[in-house]
Antibody
Framework: QLQLQESGPGLVKPSETLSLTCFVSSGSINNEGFFWGWVRQPPGKGLEWIAS???????YYNPSLMGRVTISIDTSKNQFSLKLWSVTAADTAVYYC????????????WGPGSLVTVSS | EIVMTQSPATLSVSPGARATLSCRAS??????LAWYQQKAGQAPRLLIYGASTRATGVPARFSGSGSGTEFTLTISSLQSEDVAVYYCQQYNDWPPLTFGGGTKVEIK
């Protein structure tokens, strides 16, 4: 059973950079049939897709965050990462990593989520 | 960007009764629509994809229908373990992938 696990600081200061990594186990991230992505959820609110990446490097971003976000993948470590620059309190959320298929981009496996709070 | 609108925001249903949740897309998304269930404190769980195909392990009481801009998730006989927030997501035209605002299902 594929497993995803987010890792990163739970607290980030305003204007700094949020960095998260998703470790994938019981399955290879180097599979051309899948995208690997990030979705976030502010406390008490709905889901927002942030970005997705393919193992051969194609990247896709939510235009609302374009210019502040980068997604990357390390197939040798079976992990992928998210960086979000110049964070504000509005970036406080639970961040989920998730897998989707390339052909139909719905998320079939999710990590448990990582709460990131932006506060000084 | 395709905007997904879910209704109602909250649905109170008696145990064993039918629950009907709606999702509307601002543009046609064909059948490229997924439904997720999110219980309190948990990650979302895929329920339905392709508008009507149940994901692995999803009980038969969950069914999805619709195409184009109007979609429905039906829980035929509500169980206590179905209390959750349900989200729809379109994947017909992206980026961005977009989710609805969610419907909270509670026991009456």
């Amino acid at each position: 059973q594929l497993q995803l696990q987010e890792s990163g600081p739970g607290l980030v200061k305003p204007s700094e950079t949020l960095s998260l990594t998703c470790f994938v186990s019981s399955g290879s991230i180097n599979n051309e049939g899948f995208f690997w992505g990030w979705v976030r959820q502010p406390p008490g609110k709905g889901l927002e897709w942030i970005a997705s990446i393919h193992s051969v490097g194609g990247t896709y971003y939510n235009p609302s965050l374009m210019g502040r976000v980068t997604i990357s993948i390390d197939t040798s470590k079976n992990q992928f990462s998210l960086k979000l620059w110049s964070v504000t309190a509005a970036d406080t959320a639970v961040y989920y990593c998730a897998r989707s298929k390339v052909v139909n981009i719905y998320f079939d496996y999710w990590g448990p989520g990582s709460l990131v709070t932006v506060s000084s | 960007e395709i905007v997904m609108t879910q209704s109602p925001a909250t649905l109170s249903v008696s145990p064993g009764a039918r629950a009907t949740l709606s999702c509307r897309a601002s543009q046609r998304v064909s059948s490229n629509l997924a439904w997720y269930q999110q219980k309190a404190g948990q990650a979302p769980r895929l329920l339905i994809y392709g508008a009507s195909t149940r994901a692995t392990g999803v009980p038969a009481r969950f069914s999805g229908s619709g195409s184009g801009t109007e979609f429905t998730l039906t829980i035929s006989s509500l169980q206590s373990e179905d209390v959750a927030v349900y989200y729809c997501q379109q994947y017909n035209d992206w980026p961005p992938l977009t989710f609805g605002g969610g419907t909270k299902v509670e026991i009456k």
